[in-house]
């Protein structure tokens, strides 16, 4: 890894995890459902689909999920947090490198995010030992599909400003027909 990217990685590791603090101190009374957050730093795992190899957006995500615990939650939290992220960067970045073309970027983040419900939900049903909890699956979906489709017009809107004022850092040729 050049000095360049490590200089990049870690930019994107403090915007992610200020977005997560950030997100952390919202207070959010219209959402009555425990565990439903808006995910802010997801649109950093976006950006990241385009501007880090593979393992790099790995390493990126799991240090924000560790260090993110460090801030508030524990090591329950870095389970959650890392399994839900390390499933949805997963989906996202196999559609986006495999489907490019067919799905667009918003459809995408909002795969992320169901993906990242249904792999929280699984560690709980694990850890709680009962399928009882299934029943709470359809609000997560449904909340965590609005959020990832407001993160996905956001990463997108981003994404193409950052591209047409020639800032867009070293992104990946065959990604571009998602920014259309």
Same mark, same amino acid.
């Given at each position: 890894?050049?000095?360049?990217?490590?200089?990049?990685?870690?930019?994107?590791?403090?915007?992610?995890?200020?977005?997560?603090?950030?997100?952390? *101190?919202?207070?959010?009374?219209?959402?009555?459902?425990?565990?439903?957050?808006?995910?802010?730093?997801?649109? #950093?795992?976006?950006?990241?689909?385009?501007?880090?190899?593979?393992?790099?957006?790995?390493?990126? #995500?799991?240090?924000?999920?560790?260090?993110?615990?460090?801030?508030?939650?524990?090591?329950?939290?870095?389970?959650?947090?890392?399994?839900?992220?390390?499933?949805?960067?997963?989906?996202?970045?196999?559609?986006?490198?495999?489907?490019?073309?067919?799905?667009?970027?918003?459809?995408?983040?909002?795969?992320?995010?169901?993906?990242?419900?249904?792999?929280?939900?699984?560690?709980?049903?694990?850890?709680?030992?009962?399928?009882?909890?299934?029943?709470?699956?359809?609000?997560?979906?449904?909340?965590?599909?609005?959020?990832?489709?407001?993160?996905?017009?956001?990463?997108?809107?981003?994404?193409?400003?950052?591209?047409?004022?020639?800032? *867009?850092?070293?992104?990946?040729?065959?990604?571009?027909?998602?920014?259309?």
């Amino acid at each position: 890894m050049t000095t360049k990217q490590l200089i990049r990685l870690g930019l994107c590791l403090s915007l992610s995890l200020a977005l997560h603090l950030v997100e952390q *101190m919202l207070p959010l009374p219209a959402l009555p459902f425990p565990g439903v957050k808006l995910g802010f730093a997801n649109l #950093i795992n976006l950006a990241a689909l385009f501007w880090f190899p593979f393992g790099q957006s790995v390493l990126l #995500i799991l240090l924000r999920c560790l260090l993110a615990s460090f801030f508030g939650g524990g090591f329950s939290a870095f389970l959650f947090s890392s399994s839900g992220a390390l499933l949805s960067f997963g989906v996202m970045w196999w559609l986006a490198n495999r489907f490019a073309p067919s799905f667009s970027l918003p459809a995408i983040s909002v795969a992320g995010a169901v993906a990242h419900n249904v792999a929280q939900m699984m560690l709980s049903m694990l850890l709680m030992q009962t399928f009882g909890l299934l029943i709470y699956l359809p609000v997560l979906i449904l909340m965590g599909g609005i959020s990832g489709l407001a993160i996905g017009f956001t990463a997108l809107f981003l994404l193409r400003s950052l591209q047409k004022s020639g800032r *867009m850092p070293n992104y990946k040729e065959q990604l571009l027909p998602l920014l259309r």
